[in-house]
């Protein structure tokens, strides 16, 4: 039986992957730094704020961003998702449920960076808008932090997990193109759209929420 022929393609623009890099040593970062605690939620705190200016940032570039970047190309519907369950589901870029684990994540670290914004932990670290409200209510979010920070490990386990089944058993490369950003397959177009004037405009509003969420303005 002929094989299909493949195409290369471009897939993920240098910000989509700088962007995605970037959110993994950030995580990776808060995670160590909130385990070591004392000294350390300083860069605790700051790799927080770098997670509110990616995460904004990925919600703009979401919109005004490359093909396969943007949202409206990749968000599931009931019928994508059921094609893609029967194994009828034909595209390029992030799979149904593959964007449904996209759109979980930056979801749950937009809450979690937030929530961080208002905690304490009742000894010498504060987030850095937390005087902006009770202490009573800064307790709950600091309880809603702590459990968020569980169920972000949870969804990135679950993510890990499912790249190695992709790689591993469907013979997938779903690493490589987010390095590189080139993707071998079997029909498809390179992605455009996204120049210079869409990515400033993004780094922009990101550094404008990173400005609002230091709290610097409060000084």
Do not use: C
């Amino acid at each position: 039986m002929p094989t299909t022929p493949l195409i290369r393609i471009r897939l993920w623009d240098l910000p989509t992957r700088v962007f995605h890099w970037s959110l993994v040593a950030s995580v990776l970062t808060v995670f160590v730094t909130g385990q070591l605690g004392g000294s350390w939620m300083v860069i605790h705190a700051k790799a927080g704020l770098a997670i509110i200016g990616l995460v904004v940032f990925r919600l703009v570039w979401g919109v005004l961003g490359s093909t396969y970047a943007r949202f409206l190309n990749f968000v599931p519907t009931p019928a994508k998702i059921k094609a893609y369950l029967k194994g009828q589901w034909h595209g390029v870029g992030h799979n149904p449920l593959g964007a449904l684990s996209v759109l979980a994540l930056l979801g749950l670290l937009a809450a979690q960076a937030t929530t961080g914004l208002f905690s304490n932990d009742e000894i010498d670290f504060s987030g850095p808008l937390s005087d902006l409200i009770e202490t009573s209510l800064s307790n709950r979010l600091t309880g809603i932090h702590v459990l968020l920070s569980n169920v972000l490990i949870g969804l990135v386990a679950l993510h890990l997990i499912a790249i190695v089944f992709y790689v591993r058993f469907k013979k997938e490369k779903l690493v490589k193109p987010m390095v590189t950003g080139w993707k071998e397959v079997p029909s498809g177009v390179s992605a455009t759209q996204g120049g210079a004037l869409a990515f400033s405009v993004a780094v922009f509003i990101a550094a404008a929420a990173v400005y609002g969420a230091s709290g610097v303005h409060l000084l």
